[in-house]
């Protein structure tokens, strides 16, 4: 069984930064791509950010993040990280780390995806 764990989730001050870490654990797991995404209360849930392996290895970065946050992956321990810089109170939310087995070019739709975490809070105060 495929588990994904968040960490680094917590409080910060509006211009502070922010850790997150996503390990993969459990089964014969190999994913096409994987991805952050955020949700504030009354609110679907976002693409943030995404490691795209299908077609050669590269990011994307939604445009309301770009500049400040930054995804990477430790293949050695198994681990995406999210670097989030310069936070905002707009950030707020649950981030959740998400699995996608299946290829595609888009890897920002929640829908698409297998295999979730069970999410870490980032709240941000001014």
């Known amino acids: 069984q495929v588990q994904l764990v968040e960490s680094g989730g917590g409080l910060v001050q509006a211009g502070g930064s922010l850790r997150l870490s996503c ?4 089964g014969t797991f190999r994913s096409a791509a ?3 995404f955020r949700q504030a ?7 943030v950010a995404g490691l795209n392996w299908s077609g ?12 400040r946050f ?3 992956f430790d293949n050695a321990r198994n681990t995406v990280y999210l670097q989030m810089n310069n936070l905002e109170p707009e950030d707020t939310a649950v981030y959740y780390c998400g699995a996608k087995v299946c290829p595609s070019p888009v890897i ?15 709240t941000v105060w001014q």
């Open 23 to 26: 390990a993969a654990s459990g």
């Open 34 to 36: 994987m991805g952050w």
């Open 41 to 47: 209360p009354g609110k679907g849930r976002e693409f």
């Open 56 to 67: 050669g290895y590269h990011t994307d970065v939604s445009d309301s993040v770009k500049g």
């Open 70 to 72: 930054t995804i990477s």
């Open 108 to 122: 920002s739709r929640p829908q698409e995806y297998d295999y979730w975490g069970p999410g870490a809070q980032v």
